[in-house]
C-alpha cells in the first residue's frame, strides 16, 4: 500500500500535514532522519506510516510510560497491534511480549532506552525482524537539552546490532547544538533534517507582569471564551486556583499526578468532552492529550525552561484556529525562579544521602534490584528521614538524570489476564474444581478467545458485578488460578514507581561527578536566564523571542501577541517629557556601567511603570540610541 492509502485506511485522513510526507519519503529511502515538529505538528505518523509499510516490527524508544501507553492504545484502537514494555511489568509479562514480537504479528514495540542493554531484549532482538527504529522525545539524548536522560546514548550500541536498520529521530523542542548533538549521539549516516517553523501563527503569545493574579486571570477567561488550561507548580495550587474560579460561576476542576487513577481519568474525560470548561493543572497534564479546541493555556507560575513552556504552551489551538497563550508573572516569580537555580541542585553529600536511604527504605541489596520497580511514597519515605520533600525530589532527579535512579509519577496500569493452558487442559481443570469454574467462564464470556493469545486488561468489580460476589473474593480466585499456573494475573498499580535503572551502588561509590553536577547547574541556570528574558522583555515581539531561543530567525513579527497588539495601536503610555527624560537618563546611567538584558534593565528600574520604561526603551532603539548586542543585552550606540 502507498503511504496515502495507510493515512486514509488507517487514521482516516486524505492528505499530510505540512512535511509529513518529505519526512515518510526520506526514511523510506533509508535515510537517517531527524525530525523536529512542533507539540501537536503529527510527529508520530512520520514513523508509523513508513513502518506500515515495511516488513517487521518497528521499535519506538520513548522515555514516557504515559506516552507509550497512549501511543499504543491508539494503535490498537486503528486495527494496529503494539505492545509496550517499560518499568513495572514482570518478567513473565516482558517474556511473552517479547516473544510475540519475533513469532507473531507485532508491528510496534515501545521500549524505554534502558532496555535495550538488557540481555532478555537482546536475544530476542536478534531474532526479529526489525523494519524501523524510531526515537521519540529525541532532544532526552542531548547533553545540552532541558531533559538528558543517560540510557538515551545507549541506542547507539543497539544500532550496531541492527546496522541495516535506518533510524527516525523525533521531538518538537531543540536548539541548534541540540540537533546536532542529536545527530552525533546517534551517529546518522546520509543524513536529512527536516525542521518545521517552531512559529504557530495561530497562537497569540503574551507575557504580563501582575501583582493581583486572581483579577487578572478572571478578565482573561471572560475576554477568551473556550476550553481553558491554567498550568501551575504545586498540586496544592491546582485545587485553590479551582475552587476561585468555581466561586465564581467557572465550571474548573484541577489535575495532578497525586490523584487515583479514577479521578485523573474522570477529570480528564470532562474536560475533553467540554463538560469542564478550565482544569487547572501541574504539568502532568496534557501529555498524549490531542484536543483540538484549546483556545486559551494561561501560566500563573513560571516554568522552568522554554523548551517546557512550548510544549505546554502548544496544546493550544491545535486546529489551526486562533488561540491565546498568556503568563502572568510577578518580581517573586522571578525571584522563585533564580532560587530555584540552588534548590534544584542539592550537594553530592545530600545525594548519597538520599540513595542510601532509599536503599534502605526498600531494603535493596548492594548488587540487586536492576530494572526492578518499587512503590514508592516521597512524602512519606522524606517524613521516615527527616528530610525536606522538595530536596529529595531535586535528588531523586539528579540520580535519574545520570541513570541511576527514575521516578515515574503515579499512572494507572490496569489488572491483566493471559491463560497460561490449552482450551482442553482448562476444561479438565474445570471439571476438577468446581469452585473456579464461575470465574473462568465469566472471563472467557466478557473478554473471549483473546485471553489465549495475550495479556487482556480485566476489571475485577465488573467480574464481581457479574458473579454477584465481592471483589475481594473475585481477586483471591484469580490469585488462586495464577498460583496453580492456569492464567498469569497481574493486579492493577496506581502507585509512583521508583526503577533502580543500575544494579544498587553503594552509595559512597556512587558514578557522580562533582564537576558533571556544576556544569548542570550552569545549564539550568542558562535556561532559567532564557525564560526570565522571555518573560521580562518590554518590546521585542514575543514570537520571535521563542523562536530565537531555539535558532530560528524569524524576520517579521508575528502581528498577534501583546507587543505586537501594541504597536498595532499605536498607543504609548502617557507621560511628560520631564518623566520620559528621568526615565532616559536613568537608563543611560545603568547601561554605561554594563550591557543588561532587558528583564535585568527592567528589575532594576522598578521604580518606574514597565509599560512606560517600555515605550522609552523602543524610543531609544528606534533613534539609534540604544542596540542589541549578539547577547541579546541592551547597550549604548
Not at 44 to 62: D, K, L, N, Y
Not at 97 to 126: I, M, Q, W
Not at 182 to 208: E, G, P, T
Not at 588 to 593: F, P, Q, R, S
Request: net charge positive.
Amino acid at each position: 500500500m502507498s503511504a496515502h492509502a495507510i493515512l486514509q485506511q488507517y487514521w482516516g485522513y486524505s492528505a499530510f500535514r505540512p512535511l509529513q510526507e518529505d519526512i515518510i519519503d526520506a526514511v523510506l529511502a533509508r535515510h537517517d532522519t531527524l525530525a523536529l515538529l512542533p507539540t501537536g505538528g503529527g510527529k508520530s505518523i512520520c514513523f508509523q506510516v513508513p513502518a506500515m509499510m515495511r516488513e517487521g516490527v518497528c521499535i519506538v524508544i520513548s522515555p514516557l510510560i504515559a506516552l507509550m501507553k497512549d501511543q499504543v492504545e491508539q494503535l490498537k484502537n486503528r486495527g494496529i497491534s503494539a505492545v509496550a514494555i517499560y518499568s513495572g511489568m514482570n518478567a513473565r509479562e516482558i517474556d511473552f511480549h517479547l516473544d510475540n514480537c519475533v513469532f507473531g504479528n507485532v508491528k510496534f514495540l515501545y521500549v524505554s532506552p534502558e532496555r535495550l542493554k538488557t540481555d532478555l531484549f537482546l536475544e530476542r532482538a536478534r531474532r526479529m525482524q526489525i523494519g524501523l527504529l524510531a526515537v521519540d522525545e529525541a532532544h532526552c539524548i542531548s547533553q545540552w537539552g532541558y531533559d538528558f536522560r543517560p540510557p538515551y546514548l545507549q541506542i547507539t550500541d543497539f544500532r550496531a546490532e541492527i546496522p541495516e536498520v535506518n533510524v527516525i529521530a523525533l521531538t518538537a523542542t531543540a536548539t541548534e547544538p541540540v540537533k546536532q548533538d542529536i545527530q552525533d549521539k546517534l551517529q546518522f549516516q546520509r543524513a536529512k533534517v527536516f525542521q518545521k517553523s517552531f512559529a504557530r501563527a495561530n497562537l497569540s503569545y503574551s507575557a504580563f507582569y501582575e501583582e493581583d493574579k486572581d483579577r487578572r486571570l478572571l478578565k482573561t477567561l471572560a475576554g477568551v471564551p473556550g476550553t481553558a488550561v491554567i498550568y501551575v507548580r504545586s498540586r496544592k495550587r491546582t485545587r485553590l486556583i479551582a475552587k476561585k474560579l468555581q466561586s465564581k460561576g467557572i465550571s474548573a476542576d484541577y489535575y495532578h499526578a497525586g490523584l487515583t487513577s479514577e479521578e485523573r481519568a474522570t477529570k480528564q474525560d470532562a474536560w475533553i468532552a467540554g463538560k469542564t470548561r478550565v482544569i487547572v493543572a501541574t504539568n502532568a497534564f496534557g501529555m498524549g492529550i490531542d484536543k483540538p479546541d484549546v483556545r486559551l493555556v494561561v501560566h500563573i507560575d513560571l516554568p522552568d525552561t522554554l523548551e517546557a513552556y512550548y510544549q505546554e504552551a502548544g496544546r493550544a489551538g491545535r486546529d489551526e484556529k486562533k488561540a491565546y497563550v498568556v503568563v502572568l508573572y510577578d518580581q517573586n516569580d522571578l525571584d522563585r525562579l533564580t532560587k530555584r537555580i540552588d534548590i534544584s541542585f542539592p550537594s553530592l553529600d545530600f545525594i548519597q544521602l538520599v540513595y542510601q536511604n532509599i536503599a534502605n527504605y526498600l531494603k535493596v541489596a548492594v548488587g540487586s534490584s536492576h530494572l526492578s520497580s518499587y512503590d514508592f511514597d516521597l512524602a512519606r519515605f522524606s517524613e521516615t528521614y527527616q528530610l525536606h520533600s522538595v530536596k529529595v525530589f531535586y535528588a531523586i532527579r539528579r540520580l535519574a538524570e545520570e541513570g541511576l535512579l527514575q521516578l515515574n509519577e503515579g499512572f494507572f496500569q490496569p489488572s491483566s489476564v493471559h491463560f497460561r493452558v490449552e482450551y482442553q487442559e482448562l476444561y479438565k481443570f474445570k471439571v476438577a474444581n468446581a469452585s473456579l469454574e464461575p470465574v473462568i467462564n465469566t472471563l472467557l464470556r466478557i473478554y473471549g478467545g483473546e485471553l489465549y493469545a495475550n495479556y487482556v486488561s480485566i476489571s475485577e468489580s465488573q467480574l464481581a458485578q457479574l458473579l454477584q460476589t465481592s471483589v475481594n473474593s473475585v481477586m483471591k480466585k484469580l490469585k488462586n488460578l495464577h498460583e496453580r499456573e492456569i492464567i498469569n494475573y497481574l493486579p492493577r498499580k496506581d502507585q509512583p514507581q521508583l526503577v533502580f535503572m543500575t544494579p544498587r551502588h553503594d552509595a559512597r561509590q556512587l558514578p557522580l561527578s562533582d564537576t558533571r553536577l556544576k556544569e548542570k547547574k550552569e545549564l539550568y541556570a542558562a535556561k532559567v536566564k532564557a525564560v526570565t528574558h522571555y518573560v521580562s522583555h518590554p518590546v521585542r515581539c514575543r514570537t520571535q523571542l521563542l523562536l530565537a531561543y531555539f535558532g530560528e530567525n524569524y524576520p517579521v513579527e508575528c502581528g498577534v501577541c501583546d507587543h505586537c497588539m501594541q504597536k498595532k495601536k499605536g498607543k504609548s503610555p502617557h507621560f511628560t517629557p520631564a518623566e520620559r527624560n528621568d526615565i532616559r537618563n536613568s537608563i543611560i546611567e545603568h547601561l554605561k556601567k554594563l550591557p543588561q538584558p532587558p528583564d535585568k534593565l527592567v528589575s532594576a528600574l522598578r521604580q518606574f511603570n514597565e509599560a512606560t520604561l517600555a515605550s522609552v526603551v523602543k524610543e531609544m532603539l528606534d533613534q539609534g540610541e540604544l542596540f542589541y548586542d549578539e547577547k541579546g543585552c541592551l547597550d549604548l550606540s
